[in-house]
C-alpha cells in the first residue's frame, strides 16, 4: 500500500507564500509522476502543476493561473513533492491535493493525500 503525506497548508495574507510537501511512503517500486490539485469553495477540481519523470529532468506543468506564482519540484530520492506557492491572492483559497502515479509489485496506480487546506485572507 502507498500513503501520501501532506503538509505546509495554513493560513496567509494576500501576497504571501506557502511551501506544500507531500511525501509518499510505502512499497514503491517507481513514481511516474506526483503533483497537486486543488479543490476550491466551490467544489471545483483542478490540476495545479505537475511533474512527470523524464528522462533527463521532469517534465513540468502548470494551471494558467499560477504560472510564475507557482514552482513545483520533486525529491526523487526522498519520494517527496513540493509546491512553492508565491504571490498568493483569495482566488488561491483551496484544499490542496497531493497525488502520485505509482508504481508497486501489484501495478501502477494512482494514489491521493487527505488534501490540506490552504486559505488566502487578510
Known amino acids: 500500500q502507498v500513503q501520501l503525506v501532506e503538509s505546509g497548508g495554513g493560513l496567509v495574507q494576500p501576497g504571501g507564500s506557502l511551501r506544500l510537501t507531500c511525501a509518499a511512503s510505502?512499497?514503491?517500486?517507481?513514481?511516474?509522476?506526483m503533483g497537486w490539485y486543488r479543490q476550491d469553495p466551490k467544489n471545483q477540481r483542478g490540476l495545479v502543476a505537475g511533474?512527470?519523470?523524464?528522462?533527463?529532468?521532469?517534465?513540468?506543468n502548470y494551471a494558467d493561473s499560477v504560472k510564475g506564482r507557482f514552482t513545483i519540484s520533486r525529491d526523487h530520492a526522498r519520494n517527496t513533492v513540493y509546491l512553492q506557492m508565491n504571490s498568493l491572492m483569495p482566488e488561491d483559497t483551496a484544499i490542496y491535493f497531493c497525488?502520485?502515479?505509482?508504481?508497486?509489485?501489484?501495478?501502477?496506480?494512482?494514489?491521493w493525500g487527505q488534501g490540506t487546506q490552504v486559505t488566502v485572507s487578510l
Open positions: 497525488y502520485a502515479r505509482v508504481t508497486t509489485q501489484a501495478g501502477t496506480n494512482d494514489y
Open positions: 510505502g512499497s514503491i517500486f517507481n513514481i511516474y509522476a
Open positions: 511533474a512527470t519523470t523524464g528522462d533527463r529532468a521532469d517534465i513540468i
